[in-house]
């Protein structure tokens, strides 16, 4: 396959000057990126692709997805997920284990390497529980998962309350060369609250989550990290004094990491509107203050990397009421457009390398993977897109099998076009069939 004509946008370089930097063309062979360089020929067996006014990107890594299957598949399964981490650019994501039943034993961590062998049209990476059960008390056998390739570890939608059993976890993922994901919540301090504490909260009569509740234990979580020296990633961070806790970690040397999601960085409690359940996620939505500290958190590189926390629910658990509603809203279709628009205005005024690093190089950085990049003989996990199409998402002609999104009908720029996992294509934008050429330049279709 040869793509040809297109912008190399590769966050693993320095900067990027648009204007300056010539098209180029790109040959793929055998999975891997076998050329790159302007005026390639085509063989007579090769297709062309026209990737005239597209950037050619490395793959997304998505590192907080939640792909349910096994016995939630009418929510999402690992086939639907990963088709809609594809549509968004992704050719990694990292599988959470809160799964029902839960990724808490080498018997059931096996299992689910053959659903994924068998149904991932990209590459999906497996979280392991921390505790059996999920239930806070007993590790799991970590090293063992850890050899059958759990990248890290977690209990997320769950966090681990008990100290002494979260600094078992991290003396052990210390030992064995891998991290902790933490989902920072206090349970008793957010009680049976739905939303951000807030005048809003308030004034729509429904009980609020404190952002004390986050803060208060990433300081806990931080003083256990500090004790062990372990790596300790923060997953989905959402306030200001969450992020002030992080900095001071990091100023003093910790192995801290965190990430924020898009939701966070594009809506606020005041979204909620009338009651709508697709507004309600874990952590809840924050102030205008909180969202615009997480902005220039990233530009800080105080907060490390950008996770979708993709949470798909049915139709109807979503339309219980906005007490009863799971929390958890998709986002992996959606995430690239709307981050890029977000970050690269103020106040956070990142780069479009700046943005695209918090996708690629900072998840790979936190989960001990090497870099994504564009060059000779590196894996073809690659996405083209067109960075000016505009566009208005509409969550039904999605790919996830859950339309739980507060960004329906949503007027998007930058598209996904095109996405090769090990230069197989796992995603194709119709429309963009046209541009699909035999090496006499006729349209295939
Ligand atoms: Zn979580």
């Known amino acids: 396959m040869l793509i040809r004509n297109c912008l190399i946008v590769d966050p693993s370089l320095p900067e990027v000057d648009f204007k300056a930097t010539a098209k180029t063309d790109v040959r793929i062979d055998g999975g891997v990126i076998a ?10 067996s090769e297709t062309v692709f026209d990737g005239d ?22 929510k999402e399964d690992i086939a639907t997920g990963t088709q809609a981490a594809a549509a968004g650019g992704y050719t990694t994501v990292v599988a959470m284990a809160n799964t029902v039943p839960p ?3 080498p018997m059931i961590f096996k299992q689910l390497q053959e659903m994924i062998a068998e149904k991932a049209v990209i590459k999906v990476l497996s979280v392991a529980n921390v505790t059996k059960g999920m239930a806070g008390q007993e590790i799991t056998e970590m090293a063992l998962l850890s050899e059958l390739g759990a990248v890290a570890f977690s209990d997320d939608g769950l966090p681990i309350s008990n100290l002494a059993v979260l ?30 504490e807030s005048a ?15 803060a208060a234990c990433i300081a806990r979580e931080i003083e256990v990290a500090r004790i062990t020296g372990a790596q300790l990633h923060f997953a989905h961070v959402s306030t200001r004094a969450s992020i002030n806790l992080i900095e001071r970690a990091k100023a003093d040397g910790l192995q801290v990491t965190a990430d924020t999601t898009p939701h966070h960085l594009t809506l606020t409690d005041t979204d909620i509107g009338a009651f709508d359940t697709r507004f309600k996620m874990n952590p809840p939505l924050r102030s205008q203050a909180d969202q615009d500290a997480l902005c220039i958190a990233l530009k800080k590189g105080i907060l490390d990397a950008i996770g979708t926390d993709h949470a798909p629910h049915t139709d109807s658990e979503k339309g219980a009421g906005f007490n009863a509603a799971p929390c958890g809203v998709t986002g992996m279709e959606t995430a690239l457009s709307l981050c890029l628009e977000r970050l690269t205005a103020a106040p956070g005024n990142l780069t479009v390398l700046e943005v695209l690093r918090k996708f690629t190089s900072a998840p790979a950085k936190i989960l001990r993977l090497p870099e994504p990049a564009i060059a000779k003989g590196r894996n073809a996990d690659l996405f083209l897109f067109d960075p000016k199409a505009t566009w208005q998402y509409d969550v039904k002609s999605g790919q996830s099998r859950s339309k739980n999104s507060p960004f329906d009908g949503r007027t998007l720029t930058g598209r996904t076009l095109l996405t090769l996992s090990a230069g197989r294509i796992a995603y194709q934008y119709e429309p963009a069939m046209d541009r699909w050429l035999s090496i006499e330049g006729l349209a295939l279709k």
Do not use: C, Y
């Open 35 to 44: 050329d790159v360089a302007p005026g390639l020929k085509a063989h007579s």
């Open 53 to 74: 006014g597209l950037w050619l990107m490395p793959g997304l890594i998505d590192l907080h997805t939640h792909l349910r299957d096994f016995n939630q598949g009418a």
């Open 167 to 196: 600094r078992r976890a991290l003396d052990q993922a210390r030992a064995i060369g891998t991290l902790v994901i933490s989902h920072p919540e206090d349970r008793d301090l957010s009680g049976s609250g739905v939303m951000n």
């Open 103 to 105: 990724i808490d034993s």
């Open 200 to 214: 809003t909260s308030t004034a729509l009569g429904l009980a609020g989550v404190p952002t004390a509740s986050e």
